[in-house]
């Protein structure tokens, strides 16, 4: 089966997105031994199954919801002040 076909059957799942999830192998049957990640909108599937050929990688689109996910601004606490480490210094020799 070519990565085309894989890709079909791999995205027929309806796997949610943000998941990494193992299941039974669509392609050997093997009991649980397709992995499946659709982490940052792109689909990764493996089989551990040693006679299966089941692999590969689709780069989805970014979105909006990526962008936000990825570039997710920390809370600012505005009490704290940045102290600047002596061993960043400078020391006067004199």
Not at 3 to 32: H, S
Not at 34 to 44: C, E, F, R, Y
Not at 56 to 67: A, L, P, S, T
Request: charged fraction near 25%; include cysteine; hydrophobic fraction near 35%.
């Amino acid at each position: 089966m070519n990565y085309k076909q894989q890709l079909e059957v791999v995205q027929g799942l309806f796997i949610p997105p943000d998941i990494a999830i193992r299941l039974d192998c669509p392609f050997c049957n093997g009991k649980n031994t397709l992995s499946v990640d659709t982490m940052h909108n792109n689909i990764n599937w493996y089989c551990f199954h040693a006679s299966c050929s089941a692999k590969g990688k689709y780069r989805g689109e970014k979105n909006m919801d990526y962008v936000n996910s990825t570039f997710k601004k920390k809370e600012e606490n505005s009490d704290t002040e940045f102290i600047v480490p002596d061993s960043f210094k400078i020391l006067n020799m004199m």
